[in-house]
């Protein structure tokens, strides 16, 4: 089992900025599929952004344009940069791996961290 664990987390202002870190126990990070799922109270976990192996990625449209995902195979670790923060970005973020050929949904992500807490305040 793939150990995953969130750092970067915390309160910020709305317009500011936080840079989430997901440092993974896999030697085989390189060829996972890495994503970044958020759950805010009441909702169900919704997909954030994820990226292949190959270094393509994609986004959520809520997030597309302020949000970047990115991956160091050398540290087994992948981040989130998040800019211009607005308060709905509220929520536990989690980071996940998937080993499958194709991985969009919560579903098809095997493992996941314990997820870190983002808090934009108006």
């Known amino acids: ?3 995953l664990v969130e750092s970067g987390g915390g309160l910020v202002q709305a317009g500011g900025s936080l ?17 970044w799922f958020r759950q805010a109270p009441e909702k169900e976990r919704e997909f954030v ?6 270094g393509t ?4 449209d809520s997030v ?20 211009s923060l ?3 970005d509220t929520a536990i973020y989690f980071c ?7 991985a969009t949904g919560p579903g098809d992500f095997g493992s996941w961290g314990q997820g870190t807490q ?5």
């Open 49 to 54: 952004s994820r990226i292949l192996s190959s």
């Open 57 to 60: 990625s994609y986004y959520a």
């Open 96 to 102: 996940a791996a998937s080993y499958r050929t194709y």
């Open 118 to 122: 983002v808090t934009v305040s108006s």
């Open 1 to 3: 089992q793939v150990q």
């Open 19 to 35: 840079r989430l870190s997901c440092a993974t126990s896999t030697g085989t990070f390189r060829n996972s599929i890495m994503g």
């Open 86 to 88: 607005k308060p709905e």
């Open 64 to 83: 597309k344009g302020r949000f970047t995902i990115s991956r160091d195979n050398t540290k087994s670790t992948v981040y989130l940069q998040m800019n």
